[in-house]
Nanobody
Framework: QLQASGGGLVQPGGSLRLSCAASGLTLDYYGIGWFRQAPGKEREGVSCIDSSSGSKYYADSVKGRFTISSDNAKNTVYLQMNSLKPEDTAVYYC????????????????????????WGQGTLVTVSS
């Protein structure tokens, strides 16, 4: 299971750190992705990490503002989000996938939802003044 947390209401320019804690699976054997879905929009991949290779992926819309990291001892992946914008408002989901997901991350190609087998419940991020 994956448990996403850390969402909330923040003003534009503010920061939040999302956490994705895993139980029953070891995250360093998986590619871990953060996806988000805004109202009326499709779910999109935001950032992904393969802990084994150290490879990371960021969508162009978040490059330079978001940082993904992992703590294998805590079996948790984090998404540090800085300089938040109203367009970052969405429900954020973390997900875990094996080989196809890892291949996407290593190639730094946009993640495909179908490559992820396990999904957390989502945490809402609202950026508004």
């Amino acid at each position: 299971q994956l448990q996403a947390s850390g969402g909330g209401l923040v003003q534009p320019g503010g920061s939040l750190r999302l956490s994705c804690a895993a139980s029953g699976l070891t995250l360093d054997y998986y590619g871990i992705g953060w996806f988000r879905q805004a109202p009326g929009k499709e779910r999109e991949g935001v950032s992904c990490i393969d802990s084994s290779s150290g490879s990371k992926y960021y969508a162009d819309s978040v490059k330079g503002r978001f940082t993904i990291s992992s703590d294998n001892a805590k079996n948790t992946v984090y998404l540090q989000m800085n300089s938040l914008k109203p367009e970052d408002t969405a429900v954020y989901y973390c997900a875990a996938g094996r080989y196809a997901a890892i291949a996407d991350i290593v190639r730094k190609t946009p993640p495909s939802r179908v490559h992820y087998d396990y999904w957390g419940q989502g945490t809402l991020v609202t950026v508004s003044s």
